[in-house]
């Protein structure tokens, strides 16, 4: 009986028996993820990782529209993707920021709201675009 759904499992699920260097359907789905984030961060000027509910995300989308109309904004509402969840566990690894807004602009971290306001009261976004 054992053996059996073992090989049941076996045949559903391939790669998931054999040797440990090839990846599992899991981990499959986290390297999609990271090339999917990476290739978003490096294509775009401004690149927010947002959630539509969230008042400080709105901020900051909002700061863009108002004082940088003619720049293109590219913003990944992560609560309404199926994908939300891995991505949002990748930037933690790649920012050590688990939270939204998560602003990058021309491939820089910028962090979160907070920070990009007190960079454009510096005046210092202009010279990152
Ligand atoms: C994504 O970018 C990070 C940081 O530059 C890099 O360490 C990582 O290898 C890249 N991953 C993929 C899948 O491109």
């Given amino acids: 009986m054992l053996r059996r759904g ?3 499992f076996s045949a559903l699920y391939p790669s998931s028996l054999a040797s ?6 899991r981990q499959l789905k986290e390297m999609v993820t ?3 984030v990476n290739q978003t961060i490096a294509q775009n000027r401004v690149v927010i990782f947002s959630k539509s509910y969230c008042p400080y995300c709105k901020r900051a989308k909002d700061l863009f529209t108002t004082a940088f109309p003619g720049v293109e904004v590219k913003v990944l509402e992560l609560d309404i993707r199926d994908d ?3 991505i949002q566990g990748y ?5 050590d920021q688990r939270t939204v807004p998560n ?6 971290h910028i962090g979160g709201n907070d920070k ?3 960079l454009h009261k510096a005046d210092e976004v202009r010279a990152l675009l």
């Fill in 34 to 36: 990271k090339d999917f």
């Fill in 116 to 118: 990009l306001q007190a």
């Fill in 84 to 86: 939300g969840p891995e």
């Fill in 6 to 8: 073992l090989s049941l």
């Fill in 91 to 95: 930037l933690l690894q790649l920012t």
């Fill in 20 to 25: 440990s260097s090839s990846p599992s359907p």
């Fill in 103 to 108: 602003i990058f602009i021309n491939q820089k």
